[in-house]
């Protein structure tokens, strides 16, 4: 069975699902091999669960007519959308970068979404299985996709820019993070870049911020629309910036007023919106749609516990969004501060010093007692009166049930494996 046959069985299906505790009735169900299981195995549980439809890659699996056997299911999933993804010809927003993907992905839909039907990216599913399925999520009613990509190694944006087949494209920055698998900032960067290598190749346009000398030469010679703060000649000047905490800016004769934490977020927002403006949104929605976008799932949430204020940041981290969050943190104008950090994860032979760099840091500065957490932390403990090290979250619980936290503001960041969100639980 070719790839469109298959997809005339699927446009048949009301939904694509991975995962038969998801199946939903009349669906088409792709048995995907993960590392500890053949899911191959479930082909009979889907359609007793009331799939139209199983792509099986393992003939032995094979039930009746409702079976389709493919060589590899997992390419045949990626192929299936991309051939849906050229069924449909609309237009395509991809985002990828360092930091910030997820939230900007959301502020962009919830803007676009003012004035056009969108679907984006659910979550995080942004990898060589996550960009399939949003692609197969989209239908002949969705206007405007909005695809985020992930990576942690070179050629990864490439391959699934030929599969999403982007007309638009946004790197937020080029940052630390997966520093093991792309091998250093270099390669970092020129895994990103594949992203406006794809965008060149085939004349469709960039969205770049003039702030960041990085996305302008890379993007030199591509179709672009920009953005930055006092940029005169940029298409979008963001005039004003303000965070105590919440994200303010000013363009036009427009101040926005976000739910957003941290100078960090700015960027953010400023791409959202100048695509916005891009596809001609009114100015007026673009303000409501950020004011009344509340972020959750643990990025850069306000929460009150008892007397304090926290700033839940527990979704991930690398060196560069851990020190422009102690940056935004510290200048805050509250009193008493404290900061609970998690270790960095991903980072190869760069572990040791990042951490070291971002312990040593903290050391200089007097404004918030700092607990690190983790191992790496930990292996880089240094003598400071405002530095405590633990080498377990568990160590630092049992801590905590010795003290109380009364008044302060407090910031939680770690990678998302340090799951430093449990942390509320020790905070009243």
Known sequence: M??????????????LSIDTRKIEKDSMFFAIKGENFDANTFAKQALDLGALYVV????????????????????????LAKFHRSYLKLPIVALTGSNGKTTTKE???????QKFKTKATVGNLNNHIGVPLTLLSFTKETEIGIVEMGANHKKEIEFLCEIAQPDFGYITNFGKAHLEGFGGVQGVIEGKSEMYQYLAKNNKQVFVNLED???????????SFTFGLNKANADLNIKN???????????DDFKVESHLIGLYNANN????????????????AIKYAIENYIPENNRSQLLKKGSNEIILDAYNANPSSMA??????????NQKKIMILGDMFELGDESQEEHKVIADSLSNQQESICYLIGKSFYENKIESENIKFFETFD?????????????????????????????LEYIS
């Open 2 to 15: 070719n790839i469109q046959e298959i997809h005339n069985l699927f446009l048949k299906c009301k939904s």
């Open 324 to 333: 422009v969050a102690i940056t935004n943190f510290l200048q805050l104008g």
């Open 241 to 251: 910036i303000e965070a105590n905490p919440f994200v303010v800016i000013d363009y």
């Open 269 to 284: 927002i400023n791409a959202a919106t100048a695509i916005g403006k891009y596809f001609k949104v009114e100015d007026a």
């Open 395 to 423: 160590a630092f619980a049992a801590y905590l049930k010795t003290i109380q936290f009364k008044d302060n503001t407090i910031l939680i960041k770690g990678s998302r494996g340090m799951a430093l969100e449990r942390t």
């Open 213 to 223: 000398p990085i996305q302008i030469e890379r993007s030199n010679g591509i179709k």
């Open 56 to 79: 099986i890659d393992n003939e032995s699996y094979f039930i009746d007519q409702r079976t389709i056997l493919v060589h590899n299911s997992l390419e045949t999933l990626q192929e």
């Open 107 to 113: 502020l962009i839909n919830v803007v676009l979404s």
